[in-house]
């Protein structure tokens, strides 16, 4: 049986509906419910990314099948250090793994990187995504820095101070309420003690 022709081009605006599909399906697969992941991989925000000047898409398909895509972005890391690749998503679809398809995206990735210049290439990958990490760590990819998260208003809360705030208030109620415990457990136990003999007569 001949083995399937792979091809992996740059994502156009008229691709959006195929890459919509396939990024809906990656982001079930991370973890989104499927009525947010619908929500923000529609066809027109797909549409809206593919137009942005730093975001390149590569779109694999196998006999003309849409079966995978990585998205890849020019980014500075550090402030002397020269600009990379950096690999923000990369998904194949199940029925496309085994048959060079993730090879291929990286393939052109790295194509990509020679033709602009690029000494480095990164990819970023959860920390629970094992499959990928193995993956990754085979052709290479080593562990360089912990990439942590937060939203805005978190970390604005957090410098304001307001959280420690409202956390020494909560801590004030907890330690309050085990003292009140504590001494209605101490009246309560002569009755209990009492209760348990008159039971026991």
């Not at 101070?161 to 457990?185: F, N, P």
């Amino acid at each position: 049986m001949a083995r399937p022709h792979l091809n992996v081009t740059k994502a156009l605006p008229v691709d959006a509906s195929d890459l919509s599909a396939l990024w809906i399906e990656w982001a079930l697969c991370s973890g989104m419910s499927h009525d947010l992941a619908a929500r923000a991989g529609n066809v027109a925000r797909i549409t809206e990314a593919l137009e942005r000047p730093v975001t390149t898409v590569l779109l694999a398909r196998l006999d003309h099948r849409p079966v995978g895509f990585a998205v890849v972005n020019n980014r500075n890391h550090g402030l002397l250090d020269p600009a990379g690749l950096a690999i923000d998503e990369l998904y194949v679809i199940p029925e496309g793994r085994r048959q060079g398809v993730a090879a291929g995206l990286l393939g052109a990735v790295a194509t990509m990187a020679e033709s602009e210049g690029h000494d480095l290439v990164f990819a970023n990958v959860a920390a629970t995504d094992k499959l990928s990490n193995r993956y990754l760590a085979r052709l290479g990819f080593a562990t360089t820095i912990t990439r942590r998260v937060v939203p805005t208003a978190v970390l604005r809360r957090k410098l304001s101070g307001a959280d420690t705030a409202s956390q020494e208030i909560l801590l004030g109620k907890r330690r309050t309420l085990r003292a009140r415990s504590r001494g209605a457990v101490g009246s309560a136990a002569p009755a209990r003690a009492i209760s348990l003999r008159r039971t026991a007569i």
